[in-house]
């Protein structure tokens, strides 16, 4: 199973270095320049997307130097199915994970985070620091066509351990309490009007429980499409490659089945600030747990809203005029 993993992930960078490629054939300069021995200028593009995160995945975006953002991510309860609907105000009573945290802009290339999150499983009490490097940046030219972001996080889990031996959260020491997550961040802006990304993703468990993966590999993909001047329409989507006995094996003893992350929303620009409104079917925020524990279902109505709200503050020194 892994081996097909590995496999269809050397294919998916294989067409991405394809596209890469043929894209750059076409940004070639023009032969009257050539000929006046000009020196090309790759300039970047900017705004890829207008968020370094989508709804559940991350952008190629990073913070810019100097800048420090706070932001609050919530996720509410099912709008609909069994534990949902108007005995549960569509959700709004209950709350499935909420996560703050803290992103500091060291260059504009790279930025650090530090955050906490409730978690939405029995694995709870999150501490994440992560790091996020824009390895390339796609210019107006094609030079660059496809921009590449590099993600890395590790959570600390400090739930209180349990004397189950086959839970989840059954520590012994505490190393046992790591999860890591790696991501490369494919992006391209196509134009003003769309933007697509692609993440491979590895995920890495130093403990999990009983029969479960402590190394999963996953695919997502995410899409920003304008339709207004200061609307646009995102949608991100990740599916985890689990090994099927094990699985099977999960789903049969938690009487719970595993789903896709699947999200939907409306991103709206309000002069300086964008404001998402996110439906999905993922009850958790962290990666480590919406990408490989969602076992909820938009078939069944157990899809939620979620928002995010942020406030960027500089420390750029401003030259007194």
Known sequence: MRQKILT??????????????????????????????????????????????????????????????????????????????????????????????????ITDRLSVGLARAKGATAVQQLYEGSLKFRLLEQTTDDYIPVAVTLFGSNTIAAVRASDDPASATAYRKFSDRMNYVTQIIFARKFNSSFSFSLTPTYLHSNFTAFRDQNDLFALGAGARAKISKRMAIVVDYTIPFRNRADKAYLEQTSGNKFYNPLGVGLEIETGGHVFHLNFTNAAAIEEMQYISQTTSSWLKGQYRWGFSIARRFSFNKKEKK
């Open 8 to 105: 269809l992930l050397c294919k998916t960078l294989l067409l991405f270095t394809l596209v890469i490629s043929s894209l750059r054939s076409f940004g070639q300069q023009d032969l009257e320049k050539e000929l006046a021995g000009s020196t090309p200028v790759h300039e970047k593009v900017f705004a890829t997307f207008k968020d370094t995160k989508l709804i559940n995945s991350h952008t190629n975006e990073t913070i810019h130097k100097n800048e420090l953002e706070f932001k609050v991510d919530h996720r509410f309860g099912d709008i609909a199915g069994s534990n949902g609907g108007i005995r549960q105000f569509f959700g709004l009573d209950n709350s499935t994970d909420v996560r703050i945290g803290f992103d500091y802009g």
